[in-house]
């Protein structure tokens, strides 16, 4: 295993000293850590953008498993990668890096400078920050939602996070504290000081080794910062979704661009006025499956209702659906909500066969 070197330098300021010599005792051991391969840490750094490490660590580790080298991810289709992919939201993200790779591969490797790392498809500032330090050294400062909760707070900062004047102040401070040739050390504990010591909810402050010159400790402002601008209103999307099942295939498509889940498969989609329409026409033969599914995203919540239709025989599709056979539904990538909606048709088909089971057996007793 590679070995650190998380010694604080003497040019470091005495929050970053302090910050190194909790991180050589505390850091997290993390696989991505162990490595200085471009590929791996970016890989690792967008699965884990809206996803806890200890759900990313898995996908991270199939992914390696699955696509070994960028040449691998590049090479792959667009299914692959969302089929690996699938569980974790976001799915723009997966698309993005699919993309990415193929430019990685293109231009002859891995680009090393920060501006190269930032154009790549789907790489922000954080992301291009992140890679440039820990794989190639560079002495650039990484802001995530760690770092500003944990800059707020020490330096008593109540700027809003999202807004311009926030984000330019918390780049600059942080970048002010960057230690001379230990930016990697730095920003990875600055993001691990954030998640586990000056964590959102009930920070440790009692054995916090930045507690005495913390800004937000000492005027009892923990609970108050980082600010953050409400900007964005939750909304409710009711949807609905009929899985035509006949001749040992179901009805699907690819979700069309420019609405959630793009490029994701799903059965016949209610909602969809005119595609729905060969089925509309056979609300009778439908049984209910779920009612008022509830899925929440970052700034939507969505209720859904899932119906089944099995005809004889398969009825005209518009053209976007296909038949795909039962047994191959597992190669596509679904929306997690469409996933819930096949497991409870799968849970109403073992219980109706249950039941006729528990049927047959007088009878054959007699």
């Given amino acids: 295993m590679r070995t650190l070197d998380r010694s604080a330098p003497p040019a470091a300021t005495p929050f970053a000293a302090t910050l190194l010599r909790w991180f050589a005792a505390k850091g997290r051991q993390l696989p991505w850590r162990d490595t200085q391969d471009p590929y791996a840490i970016w890989l690792s750094e967008v699965i884990l953008q809206q996803?806890?490490?200890?759900?990313?660590?898995?996908?991270?580790?199939?992914?390696?498993?699955?696509?070994?080298?960028?040449?691998?991810?590049?090479?792959?289709?667009?299914?692959?990668v969302l089929r690996l992919w699938q569980g974790l939201g976001y799915y723009s993200r997966a698309r993005n890096l699919h993309t990415a790779a193929r430019q990685i591969v293109a231009q002859g490797g891995f680009p090393h400078t920060y501006g190269a790392i930032r154009a790549l498809k789907g790489v922000g500032d954080y992301t291009a920050a992140a890679i440039g330090s820990i794989a190639f050294h560079l002495p650039v400062a990484v802001v995530d939602g760690n770092v500003y909760r944990l800059l707020a707070r020490y330096f008593g900062i109540d700027t809003p996070i999202n807004t311009t004047a926030g984000k330019k102040l918390f780049a600059a401070l942080a970048q002010e504290h960057l230690p001379p040739g230990e930016a990697s050390a730095f920003n990875q504990a600055m993001m691990d000081f954030g998640a586990i010591q000056c964590t959102p909810r009930a920070p440790h402050c009692a054995d916090c080794p930045l507690a005495e010159g913390c800004d937000a400790?000492?005027?009892?402002?923990?609970?108050?910062?980082?600010?953050?601008?409400?900007?964005?209103?939750?909304t409710t999307r009711q949807m609905a979704w009929v899985v035509?099942?006949?001749?040992?295939?179901?009805?699907?498509?690819?979700?069309?661009?420019?609405?959630?889940?793009?490029?994701?498969?799903?059965p016949v989609n209610l909602t969809d006025?005119?595609?729905?329409?060969?089925?509309?026409?056979?609300?009778?033969e439908w049984l209910p499956v779920a009612r008022q599914i509830r899925h929440v995203l970052t700034h939507r919540i969505l209720l859904a209702d899932f119906y089944l239709w099995q005809p004889e025989k398969r009825p005209l599709l518009p053209d976007t659906y296909q038949w795909v056979d039962e047994n191959d539904i597992d190669s596509h990538a679904l929306p997690r909500l469409i996933e819930t909606g096949f497991e409870r048709i799968a849970q109403q088909d073992s219980e109706r066969a249950a039941q006729a089971r528990t049927r047959k057996q007088p009878s054959e007793q007699r």
């Fill in 244 to 266: 035509v099942r006949s001749e040992g295939g179901v009805a699907l498509r690819r979700r069309p661009a420019g609405d959630i889940w793009q490029g994701l498969w799903e």
């Fill in 217 to 234: 400790l000492r005027t009892n402002r923990t609970g108050l910062l980082p600010v953050k601008e409400r900007k964005l209103k939750v």
């Fill in 273 to 284: 006025g005119p595609q729905a329409a060969t089925v509309t026409g056979h609300r009778a």
């Fill in 51 to 80: 996803t806890r490490i200890d759900q990313g660590m898995a996908y991270w580790q199939r992914f390696m498993a699955r696509f070994p080298r960028v040449e691998d991810l590049a090479e792959a289709t667009e299914d692959e």
